[in-house]
Structure formats: structure tokens, C-alpha cells
Nanobody, 126 residues
Framework: QVQLVESGGGLVQAGGSLRLSCAASGGTFIRYVMGWLRQAPGKAREIVSAISWSGLSTRYKDSVKGRFTISRDNAKNTVYLQMNDLNAEDTGVYFC???????????????????WGQGTQVTVSS
């Protein structure tokens, strides 16, 4: 199907920025809704952002609106998450995910994503 590999996580001070990347292989990348989800220790995985096949439609969790930007480069089979003005609540493991159904964008639910990367740790210190 599709393989997803995240990179770009790390340790950053509150107010800082990170850019996550997700390289996809297999499947047909341009036909998948792509998303970023995160999970803090002991907490449920939550959807952070999603982007349509074309990249023209995006969704964001309320708490990251205005700070995070999702984008994709279909020619490179890569999706990005630019994270600015990070705070401690942004700490967690960030997962890249892919969904073959457009409902992943309209429903904006983690349950609609079928394929997952291994995750990359983001730690925001204060």
C-alpha cells in the first residue's frame, strides 16, 4: 500500500518552530488525503491537521490554527507540517497518516486514516 516516514522532530523552546516532513512511497500519493496526528504520553491520539489530494483544502485542530501550516508536494511524494510558536501542549509524538477516502478531510477524524508512519518526537520545553 503506502509507506510513510516522518522526520524533523526534536527539542525546541517554547515559542520556537519546527518543520516536520513525511516521505511517502507505494500506493498513489496524489490520491490520498494526508494528515498529521499527535499523541502525548498516556493520552489518545488526536488529529492535528489534514490536507486534500490537491492541497487546496486544509483542516486544523482549533488549538493549532494560525500556528501550524500543512502542505504537500506531490511531485516529491512529501507532506509537511510547519509548526510555529510552539508551546508545551504541542509536545508529543507526531504521526504522518494517509487516507484513501475523502471523508478523512470532511470528518476530520483519526479513525478515517488507514496508513501511519512510525512517528517523530516533538518536545517543547519552557
Amino acid at each position: 500500500q503506502v509507506q510513510l516516514v516522518e522526520s524533523g522532530g526534536g527539542l525546541v523552546q517554547a515559542g520556537g518552530s519546527l518543520r516536520l516532513s513525511c516521505a511517502a512511497s507505494g500506493g498513489t500519493f496524489i490520491r490520498y488525503v494526508m494528515g498529521w496526528l499527535r499523541q502525548a504520553p498516556g493520552k489518545a491520539r488526536e488529529i492535528v491537521s489534514a490536507i486534500s489530494w490537491s492541497g487546496l483544502s486544509t483542516r486544523y485542530k482549533d488549538s493549532v490554527k494560525g500556528r501550524f501550516t500543512i502542505s504537500r508536494d506531490n511531485a516529491k511524494n512529501t507532506v509537511y507540517l510547519q509548526m510555529n510558536d510552539l508551546n508545551a501542549e504541542d509536545t508529543g509524538v507526531y504521526f504522518c497518516a494517509a487516507a484513501s477516502q475523502t471523508t478523512a478531510l470532511t470528518l476530520f477524524s483519526r479513525t478515517t486514516f488507514e496508513y501511519w508512519g512510525q512517528g517523530t518526537q516533538v518536545t517543547v520545553s519552557s
